[in-house]
């Protein structure tokens, strides 16, 4: 069965106090990963597609990472308006589509 | 205004009355889908389209009915709406899916329907 699980569900930091958040999948035939972003009363916002074991992608204070069975997203220096909730989501065959719940990011000043 | 949007924002209705979600993008994305954020499920994925006049389902097909007659609408049909298809709706677009064209694999979400069926 196609799965998406995201550890921790709620993180709560000190701002610039760097941590990870992690994606673990089990998918047949993954096509891709991606890690997305939501503020409350929002639709998800997209950050990174990852395709391949070892692939890194990064963005401002983002930085993603992809395994054959997990992905990280690892926050560096983060700031308050970093906060909030981090979706992953992974693209198995025919074109569907699997999220995870999400982790709940608050980055304290 | 250029983008994607969602009709209505808010929606309270009964059970067993038919409602329709709207969606509309701009910018021409061959892909539409249609997904529904529940507590504790994250988001799942209803329908979507690959094209207009191509529709397939998603993981919670059930109770829902799409058409893609336009390339920029994708409207999504309760047609008798239950208490569990209470909800946020969200609809998004892509430019393409695949590897091929890895830069235009993003989804574009709207910003939501929240529907309340009593």
């Known amino acids: 069965e196609d799965q998406v699980t995201q550890s921790p569900e709620a993180l709560r930091l000190q701002e610039g106090e760097s941590s990870s958040l992690n994606c673990s999948y089990t998918v047949s035939g993954l096509r891709g990963l991606f890690w997305y972003r939501q503020d409350p009363g929002k639709g998800p916002e997209f950050l990174f597609t990852l395709y391949s074991a070892g692939e890194e992608k990064e963005k401002e204070r983002l930085k993603a990472t992809l395994t054959k069975k997990e992905s990280f997203l690892h926050i560096t220096a983060p700031k308050p308006e970093d906060s909030a909730t981090y979706l992953c989501a992974v693209q198995a065959r025919g074109n569907q589509f699997y999220f995870g719940t999400g982790t709940s990011l608050t980055v304290i000043p | 205004d250029a983008g994607i949007t969602q009709s209505p924002r808010y929606k309270i209705t009964e059970t067993g009355r038919q409602v329709t979600l709207m969606c509309h993008q701009t910018?021409?994305?061959?892909?539409m889908f249609w997904y529904r954020q529940d507590l504790g499920h994250g988001l799942r994925l209803i329908y979507y389209s690959a094209a207009a006049d191509i529709t397939d389902k998603g993981e919670v097909p059930d109770g829902y009915v799409v058409s893609r007659s336009k390339t920029e609408n994708f409207p999504l049909t309760l047609e008798s709406a239950t208490r569990s298809q209470t909800s946020v709706y969200f609809c998004?677009?892509?430019?393409?899916?695949?590897?091929?064209?890895?830069?235009?694999?993003?989804?574009?979400f709207g910003p939501g329907t929240r529907l309340t069926v009593l």
């Open positions: 998004a677009s892509s430019v393409a899916l695949g590897r091929a064209l890895a830069s235009y694999n993003e989804q574009f």
């Open positions: 910018w021409s994305h061959s892909y």
